[in-house]
């Protein structure tokens, strides 16, 4: 397998957000060991998706698609795994690296079994139920989708316009930072994947508490002190609705 990203012609990219993405994450290291929040959601995507991993059904055989790679693999076995990602530069060195655009993927229809995209990437694309009717089309009939997407629902947006909105663009923050992304909530985002094929088969959430204190705190360091709440709120049914982060494990009809 090529250790070189392949060059690919890649339109959304021309946008300036998508590019000013590209650039951003070519230049950082993107799941610092030193970020609590960061190491938090790192540790609950690697531990939902080896929860679920024996019901991927995944052979020696299986083609497996990292949407949104960056450089991280999440150890998703056994497989060839197609690592993709707008960030070309994070591909370098990753087996079977594709450089692309999540609503223009580059590959043929129905060929992957599994699509795994993590890490809020859906919320960084503009043209999201392009990205979701995307997905669709790749992976086959039978196959599964793994996917995580930071929700509107999210008690850091409680009393803003944004608050369970279906799409909203908001300014949040990634490592200190400042940046804008799109949030949607889960009504919504069923409703996309019903229309590509999709179904939820089960759901997965993380963070309640904290994000509530860091819309009134605004300090993220601060906010970090109260995600191990999250083992309690998670099973209670009116709160769990509002985490900031969701997965879904997702089969294609």
């Known amino acids: ?16 957000y998508l ?16 970020d609590r929040w960061l190491a938090h ?13 024996p019901r991927l059904g995944l052979t020696p055989s299986s083609r497996i698609l990292n949407a949104g790679s960056g450089d991280e693999s999440y150890s998703i076995a056994p497989g060839m ?13 990753m087996p079977c690296g594709v450089a692309g655009d999540l609503a223009r993927l580059p590959l043929a229809t129905g060929s992957v079994d599994v699509c795994v995209c993590v890490g809020s990437v ?19 009939p039978g196959g599964s989708l793994i996917l995580e997407f930071e929700n509107s629902a999210s008690l850091e947006y409680i009393g803003t316009p944004h608050f369970g909105r279906d799409v909203s663009l ?21 409703r996309l994947l019903r229309e590509a094929g999709f179904e939820v088969e089960a759901v997965s959430r993380a963070h309640f508490v904290a994000p509530l204190v ?19 709120i998670k099973y209670i049914p009116f709160l769990n609705r509002h985490s900031a982060n969701v997965i879904y494990l997702c089969r294609r009809r």
């Open 122 to 140: 859906v919320n960084y694309v503009p043209e999201h139920p392009r990205a979701i009717d995307e997905i669709g089309r790749v992976v086959k």
């Open 170 to 190: 908001v300014s949040t923050f990634f490592i200190n930072e400042n940046e804008n992304i799109w949030v949607y909530n889960e009504r919504h985002m069923r």
């Open 214 to 232: 860091h819309g009134y705190a605004q300090n993220i360091h601060y906010a970090a002190r109260f995600l191990w709440l999250d083992r309690f």
């Open 19 to 34: 590019r000013a993405v590209r650039d951003k994450y070519n230049a950082i290291e993107i799941w610092p060991e030193s």
């Open 81 to 93: 795994v197609i690592n993709s990602d707008i960030a070309d530069r994070k591909l370098v060195g």
């Open 1 to 16: 397998m090529p250790n070189e990203p392949i060059p690919i012609s890649m339109p959304g990219v021309a946008d300036a």
């Open 41 to 53: 959601v790192k540790g609950w995507i690697a531990g939902t998706i080896a929860e679920w991993q």
